[in-house]
């Protein structure tokens, strides 16, 4: 793993500073009282977040993967639902700079980094979610126009945001399915509404929501690329960012809970001594930090393997894996330390309890998960050994 510079850590250093400070101390009762955090999008406009990823000769911070991914870690400290805000808006925004038009790169992108345009990327559908091809919105040509109708559901930013990458068929006879797929950068405006806010376990103060699309209008320059029958692409290239986010997301909670799993394990005391010198309180905490040290080092892997514009979709789908299964694993071993306190809303342990799921289902589940890295096994390592012919 490489170094950090001194400009790398300067900006986590800011990052973990605003979230002690700032964040820490009201994010339980913004969160119970799933309270949209519009102060604290200001303060990340400020910081320059929403442009992380976009290049400086948009306006952008043009920060590498691995940075960004630390970043994530700090900020999932403080508050997971605040990095949602941020995750789907670059995942839109990655794709632009990927696979937009110069056109499209020079239009959207220096407003995306400022975060004056914010929102995220539209895929699933009521009867559509890991089986991408089976989406039924369509864009029709007309002119020099497309028309879309559909419906998409679990829209991070749906809401509050105002621009988004909608995913759509534009060839519903085309074989292979997905090269009938195409993606379309759409704003708010006639045909295009918010249905419905949805209430959810955790993740609460991000809104989550069911778009529609009624007869909406769009330019035909805002066909991603320029090209159609590209969107499944220009999906998995987005979402390996999205899975690296997932991952670090999932390490950050993990490192929180295990750090007031630690703290409490100090203080409180049961036959006449802290917990934390009763031996099967020392072997959860060891496994929870081992646990989180490990999903950390894959996290890393994946982004600096992003960062050498190699295919990264193996190691993101592991990170993202491994990551979100030890937080939920890391946050429940948190609660049990704190016994029937951590079961309370007083305690910030239950939160990550609550938070910990999405990160397993987000950004594709981990069944489909463990379908992609066992496909990419079998196909591109047949000796088995992937360590090595990967690099290590």
Sequence with gaps: MTQLTEAQRGIITTIRDFVQK??????????????????????MKEFGLFGALIPEEYGGLGLDTTTYALIIEEICRGWMSLTGILNSHLIMAYMVVTNGTQEQKEHYLPRMATGELRGGVCITEPEAGSDVQAIQTRAVKDGDDYVINGRKMFVTNGRHGNTFIVITKTDPDAQPAHRGISAFICQKGPGFTVAQDIDKLGYKGVDTSELLFDDYRISASNLVGGEEGRGFYHIMSGLEVGRINVAARAVGVARIALERAIKYAQKRHTFGK???????????????????????????RAAEKKDRGERADLEAGMAKLFASEMCLQVSIDAMRIHGGYGYTKDMDVERYYR???????????????????????????????????SGL
């Design 355 to 389: 938070d910990a799921p999405l990160m397993i289902i987000g950004e594709g589940t981990n069944e489909i998960q463990q379908i992609v890295i066992a496909r990419n096994l079998l196909s591109n390592y047949p000796s088995g050994d992937f360590l090595y012919e």
């Design 22 to 43: 700032e964040v820490m101390p009201v994010a339980s009762e913004r969160e119970h009282a799933d309270d949209y955090p519009f102060d604290f999008v200001e303060r």
């Design 274 to 300: 802290p917990i934390a010198e009763h031996q099967a309180i020392q072997i959860m905490l060891a496994n929870m930090a081992t646990q989180v040290e490990a999903a950390h080092l894959m996290t890393i």
